[in-house]
């Protein structure tokens, strides 16, 4: 009995040798491929989330309250300047300007009186300063009469294009209350927020910074076909965010961009001897990016690597590796820490030559 116990025993261990052999020659066959990461000198266009708004963009509010006796405009018409677009009940005001120009006359003609008979010696001198005064104050009544009486047509102060009309015919209009908005979309600006090292880097570096003409990347990922350039840097960064706002103009004649629209200002950077690694010999946990590097024991360790921007097939990294570390280009994803593995090494070059950016 005892020796079929050990006769059994044998066989399990033969057994287990020779699928942990097997196992062994499995894993010898995996093929890796190793590089390290190259510098070269390239372009990096980068993305940032944009704001477009109008050159001009105001609110037209009612500068008299009153009735909405006419709406001579529709939501979403091209208006020219001065065109006439609200007008408020005006007959008080007219009532006004007529009772001020009644009183002018009458203080008009106080004056002339005075006036003649101060020049007769008659009366003084004073009481023709006087009448001079109630005259004036009557004018200038007349001229405010007149003001608001204006007040009750509203008018475009530049041609653009009229926003939604809350207001109906015959609503009344409280002194200030919104009437409708009005934008010039000629020509159309768009902000982004840049941090404080890419701006450090933009301002101190004009030489090598590149173009600042920019590309519009609209809501549809389509680019929008006039390039922009950025002409403004706003002059404090926001305290919370850390970032500061550039501004970036785009022509417009199709009137296709809009106040309010969303899009990605695209703009490309010069980069000088950039550390860059392929794409396919990364792998991502948790909205990190990792690579297997390849110690001189040949034993494979993840590592964490900080991505700053991405090209044609590579990412651009600062952070986690340096060029002479090698890392696994093919065979990602059957490697696990640890391991140790054989290889054949690929040159940095070699690599670059098969995908989709070249060096510079």
């Given at each position: 009995?005892?020796?079929?116990?050990?006769?059994?025993?044998?066989?399990?261990?033969?057994?287990?040798?020779?699928?942990?052999?097997?196992?062994?020659?499995?894993?010898?066959?995996?093929?890796?491929?190793?590089?390290?990461?190259?510098?070269?000198?390239?372009?990096?266009?980068?993305?940032?989330?944009?704001?477009?708004?109008?050159?001009?963009n105001i609110e037209l509010r009612a500068q008299e309250k009153g009735y909405l006796q006419n709406i001579y405009v529709d939501e979403g018409q091209f208006v020219t300047t001065g065109q006439v677009l609200f007008k408020i009940m005006p007959k008080v005001y007219e009532a006004e300007l007529l009772r001020a120009q009644a009183e002018a006359k009458a203080a008009e003609i106080e004056w002339q009186n005075a006036k003649n008979l101060a020049d007769k010696?008659?009366?003084?001198?004073?009481?023709?300063?006087?009448?001079q005064a109630k005259f004036d104050r009557a004018k200038a009544e007349v001229a405010l009469a007149k003001l608001h009486l204006s007040f009750t047509e509203i008018r475009a102060p530049f041609s653009g294009t009229i926003d939604r009309i809350p207001k109906k015919l015959g609503s009344l209009i409280d002194e200030g209350e919104l009437l409708t908005s009005l934008s010039d979309n000629s020509k159309v600006y768009a902000y982004f927020n840049v941090?404080?090292?890419?701006?450090?880097?933009?301002?101190?570096?004009?030489?090598?910074?590149?173009?600042?003409?920019?590309?519009?990347v609209l809501a549809n990922n389509q680019p929008f076909k006039y390039k922009g350039k950025v002409e403004v840097i706003e002059s404090e960064f926001n305290n919370e965010t850390g970032n500061i706002a550039f501004?970036?103009?785009?022509?417009?004649?199709?009137?296709?961009?809009?106040?309010?629209?969303?899009?990605?200002?695209?703009?490309?950077?010069?980069?000088?001897?950039?550390?860059?690694?392929?794409?396919?010999?990364?792998?991502?946990?948790?909205?990190k990016q990792y690579v297997f590097v390849v110690d001189a024991k040949n034993v494979v360790q993840s590592r964490e690597v900080t991505i700053t921007g991405a090209l044609p097939d590579l990412y651009v990294?600062?952070?986690?590796?340096?060029?002479?570390?090698?890392?696994?280009?093919e065979g990602v994803q059957k490697a696990k820490d640890n391991d140790k593995i054989t290889y054949t090494f690929q040159k940095p070059e070699d690599v670059l030559a098969h995908l989709r950016l070249k060096a510079e």
């Open positions: 009995m005892k020796k079929i116990v050990l006769l059994a025993s044998a066989f399990a261990l033969l057994f287990l040798n020779s699928c942990s052999n097997k196992k062994e020659e499995k894993e010898e066959k995996v093929s890796y491929v190793v590089t390290n990461a190259a510098q070269i000198d390239t372009t990096f266009t980068k993305e940032y989330v944009s704001q477009i708004r109008s050159v001009k010696n008659i009366v003084s001198k004073n009481e023709q300063a006087i009448a941090t404080e090292p890419e701006y450090l880097d933009y301002q101190t570096n004009i030489k090598g910074r590149g173009s600042n003409t920019v590309t519009l501004r970036a103009s785009f022509p417009n004649s199709d009137k296709l961009l809009k106040n309010g629209q969303t899009g990605k200002v695209q703009l490309t950077v010069p980069l000088r001897n950039a550390l860059v690694i392929p794409q396919k010999s990364t792998y991502e946990i948790q909205d990294v600062n952070g986690g590796i340096t060029a002479s570390d090698k890392i696994i280009l």
